[in-house]
């Protein structure tokens, strides 16, 4: 199996399934002489780990990180970084009663189709909790974008047909679904515990945006930053749309209302009088935030009963049980904002391609 790897320069390559020993991950590229600790990075899996709340899969995984190689008393050596988690509540008896049947919304029949062959314990590599092992690599790098005054932070933006009408970034962190918006906790709160009560799951919109972001980044044609952006974010399982500023909406509107208006220059750095474009021109950053959504469909597994076929196409009744989140949305704002710090941070090193000391 390829496609495990993802960066140019700061390169990580995840390995490991859901239900098997453990998940992991390998960062290659990092400069030396970062100062970090188990700390920094267990932060970030604290944040992406199951069992947080009512509102998400009570599968308990503690998470806890084990640095293997590439870091030597707190500080990164230049060496590849190998890192473990351990997988310690996976239940995969709740798999067997399904193991030769495709489960609707999952990779079961693509991973047959394409390998012949297929973990069905929780879906092996195609199963979400692969992303811890991008969370953790994306904590170095937060760390590292953190002493060039780099900061990405993502939110809830809607849940179903709920959408925040407020933005108090630090309310974000101190609600059990990433909500930017008070006002709407109870009603998203409700809608969630709705749908799972019958058997449902619901999907929902993620905002990510990164400030401080300089201009440069990012080159022409095939290797634009909005196109890693895509690349990065759409890799992340369930991700089903993807947009960069205006978006979408783009589409009604005129040149007169999307373009954004230079209006001049303050400390090397150029003032727009909006930005629609999301931070990126051409393919290259242009100085401004860069802003970014994507839709997250609801979670594949349901406990409602469906029909689905088995490897030999014989129709048969499916019924999912287990614990699943019943909405991604909130576990999966770290996990972008892990994926939006690996391409900002590939792409500094891109444009530097020197030390620590002399990147800062």
Same mark, same amino acid.
């Given at each position: ?41 267990? %932060?970030?899996?604290?944040? =992406? +780990?199951? &069992?947080? #709340? ?7 995984? *503690?998470?806890? @990180? ?124 409700? %809608?969630?515990?709705?749908? =799972? +009560?019958? &058997?449902? #799951? ?7 945006? *990164?400030?401080? @972001? ?147």
């Amino acid at each position: 199996m390829s496609g495990n790897s993802f960066g140019n320069i700061f390169k990580i390559t995840t390995w490991g399934e859901s239900h098997g020993k453990a998940l992991g991950v390998v960062v290659d590229g990092c400069p030396a002489g970062l100062k970090i600790s188990n700390k920094d990075i267990q %932060l970030e899996l604290d944040r =992406r +780990k199951p &069992g947080q #709340s009512k509102y998400t899969t009570q599968r308990k995984e *503690s998470d806890k @990180v084990e640095i293997l190689s590439g870091i030597f008393n707190g500080t990164t050596t230049g060496t590849p970084i190998s890192m473990l988690i351990p997988n310690a509540d996976a239940i995969s008896k709740s798999y067997e009663n399904f193991k030769d049947i495709y489960r609707p919304g999952h990779a079961d029949l693509s991973y047959d189709e394409k390998y012949g062959i297929r973990d069905y314990r929780g879906g092996g590599r195609s199963s979400n909790r692969e992303t811890v092992g991008r969370v953790a690599a994306g904590a170095i790098a937060k760390k590292i974008l953190k002493t060039m005054k780099i900061k990405t932070f993502g939110f809830v933006s809607q849940i179903g047909n709920l959408k925040c009408e407020k933005i108090d970034v630090n309310y974000i962190e101190k609600n059990p679904l990433r909500i930017p918006d008070k006002s709407k906790l109870k009603d998203m709160g409700d %809608l969630i515990d709705k749908v =799972r +009560k019958q &058997g449902d #799951s619901i999907g929902g919109i993620i905002e990510v945006r *990164s400030l401080g @972001v300089p201009a440069g980044l990012g080159s022409p044609v095939f290797e634009k930053f909005d196109a890693r952006l895509a690349s990065a974010i759409m890799g992340i399982g369930g991700v089903r749309g993807f947009e960069i500023g205006l978006g979408f909406s783009i589409g009604s509107m005129r040149g007169s209302e999307v373009n954004d208006i230079m209006v001049g220059k303050s400390k090397g750095k150029v003032k727009f009088n909006s930005n629609n474009a999301g931070g990126i021109l051409g393919g290259i950053t242009n100085g401004n935030d860069v802003v970014l959504r994507f839709a997250l469909k609801p979670t594949s597994s349901i406990s409602q009963i469906q029909k689905s076929i088995n490897s030999k196409g014989k129709v048969k009744n499916l019924q999912v049980k287990g614990r699943h989140d019943p909405c991604l949305c909130p576990r999966a704002v770290p996990i972008a904002e892990a994926m939006v710090n690996l391409v900002l941070l590939d792409c500094i090193l891109e444009n530097k391609l020197t030390t620590l000391k002399k990147i800062i």
